[in-house]
């Protein structure tokens, strides 16, 4: 992990309100949902970092897509820092602390791994599609706009199945309606989105009884476990008994969802 100014190559509109973020990165190595924290501005506001999750990592000499010289970040604009990021230009540069956490486990060797994506849930999925050279990916997309990241996956050996709530493109409904029909005994869930969404893939993985892993989103200012803002209340079992909270920069943002009490998310 390293902070250092990293090279704009490319900051373009990948759909509306959504943008691609390219960063040289000599030799990155990147563990499919690992994020990276980005000082969107030179200047001292905003003052923290913002976390993103990296969404592939291309121009290696070698066919692993997990190594390469340009780290590609996707990110949608929601207030302050996205937007003073999305005016970055080509070749300025940002600094950028990471890669950071602990990104997805391993599948088992007899697991079929389903991933749940809503919305910019999709981003920590490429990489990880790229990596197993399989697996299905089960898109929440808001709209048809949304919808078409789900292009990205065409050269993967990664099924992809989209649902919409209006049902404008793919399946309407919610995604965990299409995790419910999709789902078998020797399932693996990998899950990242709304909170909503993630405890809805964590009851229907428990119902099915098979793992689910859920990467989660907090509010983060220092990405590597010393502010103590990232906090979730732990369920006090298993490994992690007598452990009230886990935080989700430095011990997640991937966590067993056994693991989180949901209660108090
Ligand atoms: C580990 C991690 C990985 C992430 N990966 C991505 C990614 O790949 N792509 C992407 O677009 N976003 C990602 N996010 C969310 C992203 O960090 C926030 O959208 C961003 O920090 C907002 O900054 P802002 O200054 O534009 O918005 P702010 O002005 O800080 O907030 C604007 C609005 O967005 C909401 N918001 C802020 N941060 C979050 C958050 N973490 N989750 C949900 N709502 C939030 C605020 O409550 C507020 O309503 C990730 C967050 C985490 C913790
Ligand atoms: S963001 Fe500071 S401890 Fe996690």
Redesign the pocket.
């Known amino acids: 992990m390293e902070s250092k100014d990293r090279k704009i190559l490319f900051n373009e509109v990948a759909a509306p309100g959504c943008f691609r973020l390219g960063l040289e990165w000599r030799s990155a190595e990147v563990t499919p949902g690992q994020?990276v924290m980005v000082r969107v501005s030179d200047g001292l506001d905003?003052l923290l970092r913002?976390?993103?999750?990296v969404y592939g990592v291309h121009g290696g000499r070698g066919k692993n897509p997990l190594k390469g010289n340009v780290v590609e970040?996707?990110?949608?604009v929601?207030?302050?820092?996205?937007?003073i990021l999305s005016a970055r230009e080509r070749n300025e540069s940002v600094n950028v602390l990471g890669p950071l956490g602990n990104g997805f486990p391993e599948a088992g060797k007899d697991e079929k791994v389903i991933m749940v994506g809503g919305g910019?849930g999709i981003?920590p999925f490429l990489m990880l599609a790229k990596k197993l050279g399989d697996g299905l990916l089960l898109y929440g997309a808001r709209g048809k706009s949304e919808a078409a990241l789900a292009k990205d996956f065409k050269g993967t050996a990664c099924r992809v199945k989209v649902s919409t709530v209006d049902g404008s493109v793919g399946a309407k409904g919610l995604v965990t309606e299409l995790l419910e029909r999709e789902i078998t005994k020797d399932s693996v869930v990998y899950a990242c989105g709304p909170v909503g969404m993630l405890k809805a893939a964590t009851k229907v993985a428990a119902a099915a009884g098979v793992r689910c892993h859920v990467s989660l989103?907090?509010?983060?200012a220092c990405g590597i476990g010393v502010c103590l803002g990232c906090a979730v209340r732990a369920k006090t079992h298993g490994e992690r008994e007598n452990r009230n909270y886990m935080m989700v920069c430095s011990e997640g943002?991937v966590f067993d969802s056994e693991d989180i009490d949901w209660e108090l998310l």
């Open positions: 994020f905003p913002r976390p993103f999750g970040l996707l990110y949608k929601v207030g302050k820092g996205t937007r910019m981003v989103e907090r509010s983060m943002p």
